[in-house]
Each structure stands twice: as structure tokens, then as C-alpha cells.
């Protein structure tokens, strides 16, 4: 399976994971640190839970930490893809309301766990453009880049999973 769109001209991420609101992070398998080359982003046991949209071996987390694989594209989701989407957003926002620190990652950081974050600080209750604005600020301006993921976030999962059902 295709997980990953190819480059669309965005720098690599700068930390390996960032803190979007207290409890949530939200990053990637891999960083450049300023000054330096792109380094593999190891998870160990830093967080309670950590949501995989997207997995390399050897990336953790350690095997006593709950992790959940929700592998979908950084491209146009299917409506079974979405709702996989819908249930990892779910179980974060559940996690993060517990007390538990909650890592949501895919390949850089940026689109399948920014889609996943915003929609769990969606249901937390900050509204969609809040979110998108909180986790460009705090993970990076390139953030949500992938212009579909947005449009599902502004449509609203339930309903972008009815209207990509109508396409198929």
C-alpha cells in the first residue's frame, strides 16, 4: 500500500515530536535538527499511547507502551480510511482527556497526524479552524499541507466518509 504522497517542496520537521495541547504530540519517523541531516525519530517510552498512521521498523515504541497502527495514504481517503481516521482521533481525544501522554505520528508529522490531532482537539472542543491554527503553531507552518485533509476536517468527518461513499 502507497502511504505517502511525494514531497510537495516542505522542509523536514525540526524535532523529532511536538506538544499541540497538554497531553497531545504530534509528530513523525524522522527530523532534520537545525544544523544537522534527517535522523530517525525513536519512540521508547515516553508517551502512554502512541497512534501510528504510518510505521517503519525499529521506530518503537517499547514493547510495554500501547500502540495503535492505523496505516491510511497522505493522499484522498476512502470512506473505510476515514473512519479509521475517525476512531484514532477518537481513542487520542479519549486518551488525552484520561491523563495519558498521548503521541499521534505518521511519516513526518504533518498531514495523517495532523488530520488525526485536529480532529481530536475537534472533539475536545476547539472548533476545526482552532485546531488547524493551534497545530501549525506548534508543529510546523507546513502542518496540514495536504489540502484534502483540511477540506475533511471543515466538512466534517461524518459527512466526508458519507460523500466519499457516493464517489465509489
Not at 519517523?29 to 537545525?34: D, K
Not at 541531516?37 to 499511547?49: I, K, M, S
Not at 486518551?95 to 495532523?114: E, F, I, K, M, Q
Not at 497545530?135 to 510546523?140: G, T, Y
Amino acid at each position: 500500500m502507497r502511504t505517502r504522497q511525494k514531497e510537495r517542496g516542505t522542509p523536514g520537521p525540526s524535532e523529532p515530536w511536538n506538544e499541540i495541547a497538554p497531553g497531545l504530540w504530534m509528530g513523525g519517523h524522522c527530523f532534520t535538527p537545525p544544523g544537522g541531516d534527517l535522523e530517525p525519530a525513536v519512540v521508547r517510552d515516553e508517551f502512554d499511547l502512541v497512534v501510528s498512521l504510518f510505521t517503519l521498523p525499529g521506530h518503537g515504541p517499547a514493547p510495554w507502551v500501547e500502540h495503535v497502527v492505523r496505516e491510511v495514504p497522505d493522499a484522498p481517503l476512502s470512506p473505510g480510511q476515514l473512519e479509521a481516521v475517525r476512531e484514532a482521533a477518537e481513542l487520542t481525544a479519549e486518551a488525552v482527556r484520561r491523563g495519558r501522554r498521548t503521541l499521534v505520528r505518521c511519516h513526518s508529522g504533518y498531514n495523517r497526524s495532523g488530520l488525526v490531532v485536529a480532529q481530536a482537539l475537534v472533539d475536545l472542543g476547539l472548533d476545526t479552524g482552532e485546531a488547524v491554527r493551534l497545530i501549525r503553531e506548534r508543529r510546523s507552518p507546513w502542518a496540514l499541507n495536504n489540502p484534502v485533509f483540511v477540506d475533511y476536517l471543515d466538512t466534517g468527518l461524518d459527512v466526508a466518509i458519507l460523500l466519499t461513499g457516493l464517489t465509489g
